[in-house]
Nanobody, 118 residues
Framework: QVQLQESGPGLVKPSQTLSLTCTVS????????WSWIRQPPGKGLEWMGA???????YYSPSLKSRTSISRDTSKNQFTLQLSSVTPEDTAVYYC????????????WGQGTQVTVSS
């Protein structure tokens, strides 16, 4: 059974960089596509970007300038970095495994709340 677990700080100050890690068990990140998705309070899900089995990445155009996704295959982890955060980046952040760059998610992490506040 594939399991994903997000980890990282729950509170980030404005203008700083948000960094989250997704640890995967039960399957290798060298297969499939691995996405970061967020849900701000009272809003819908927003796909942020993904890293493919090959290591290539693709980002949401609206977040591309601030987003970076990388991976550590030795730890079976992939990481999200979102720079220059503002309170509008406050959300529950999820990692998920899909069959393509976005959508078709078979497995999700439980989500982690990140609040941007001074």
């Amino acid at each position: 059974q594939v399991q994903l677990q997000e980890s990282g700080p729950g509170l980030v100050k404005p203008s700083q960089t948000l960094s989250l890690t997704c640890t995967v068990s039960g399957g290798s990140i060298t297969a499939y596509y691995w996405s970061w998705i967020r849900q701000p309070p009272g809003k819908g899900l927003e796909w942020m970007g993904a890293i493919a089995y090959s290591g290539s990445t693709y980002y949401s155009p609206s977040l591309k300038s601030r987003t970076s996704i990388s991976r550590d295959t030795s730890k079976n982890q992939f990481t999200l970095q979102l720079s220059s955060v503002t309170p509008e980046d406050t959300a529950v952040y999820y990692c998920a495994r899909g069959f393509g760059w976005s959508g078709g998610y078979a497995y999700w992490g439980q989500g982690t709340q990140v609040t941007v506040s001074s």
